[in-house]
């Protein structure tokens, strides 16, 4: 990981279900102390706009609420909801829109929120899609960039922590649904038999 100074406890915890373990890649502190200077990175370019955030579902929700608040001046935002994981790790690579938009966002400078750029297919898709919604500016805020991992060719503006090639959870992140409420972003190990009962 490059960005943070100091990684997070590698105390390994038991997971909700039997055979899994996480543990702490990024505490929940040192993503605030990050959100801080992202919100003031983002004020910077764009110091007198009104910010349009728009939070991909449902990944994005504690970051998104957490960086409107360190974002001062106006700020809006919506939600959109896209699927391209299914239930486990692996992505199928196919993205499928399941929420749109609620609001216009011809002329206004759009700030998309996502929780972690992965392959990179999901936010090749929405930019494509929002870029014809004629936006004044659209830029793109990640908290977590599994680099490695990129298959389109797709860069965030922002970016909290560039992280290693491993399953992450936490502060929105989830496996099946789960590990969303832990504050901490951490690594989830599915132990042998965990990942017989999800295959
Ligand atoms: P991409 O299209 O492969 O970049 O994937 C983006 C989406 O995949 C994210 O918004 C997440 O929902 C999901 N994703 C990718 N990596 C992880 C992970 O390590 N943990 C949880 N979800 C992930």
């Not at 959100?35 to 504690?62: M, W």
């Not at 790790?89 to 499928?96: A, F, M, N, Q």
């Not at 829109?97 to 750029?117: A, N, W």
Request: with cysteine.
């Amino acid at each position: 990981m490059t960005k943070n100074k100091r990684t997070g406890s590698s105390r390994v915890r038991a997971g909700h279900r039997e055979g899994e373990t996480v543990r702490t890649l990024i505490s929940h502190a040192q993503v605030k102390r990050r959100l801080k200077e992202l919100a003031r990175q983002i004020r910077r370019d764009f110091p007198k706009d009104p910010l349009h955030l728009i939070g991909i579902l449902k990944g994005s929700v504690f970051f998104l609420a957490d960086l409107a608040r360190e974002l001062g001046g106006e700020v809006s935002f919506d939600f959109l909801a896209v699927s391209s994981y299914g239930k486990g790790i692996d992505s199928t690579g196919e993205v499928k829109l399941i929420k749109d938009l609620d609001v216009s966002i011809e002329g206004k400078t759009v700030i998309v929120v996502e929780d972690i750029l992965d392959t990179g297919l999901t936010l090749k898709y929405l930019l494509h899609i929002f870029g014809e919604k004629k936006p004044k500016h659209l830029r793109v805020v990640v908290l977590l960039d599994k680099q490695e991992r990129r298959i389109a060719d797709v860069r965030a503006d922002y970016t909290g922590f560039t992280i290693p090639n491993e399953f992450v959870v936490g502060y929105g992140l989830d496996y099946d649904e789960r590990y969303r409420n832990l504050p901490d972003v951490c690594i989830l190990h599915l132990g042998t038999r965990a990942k017989a009962k999800s295959a």
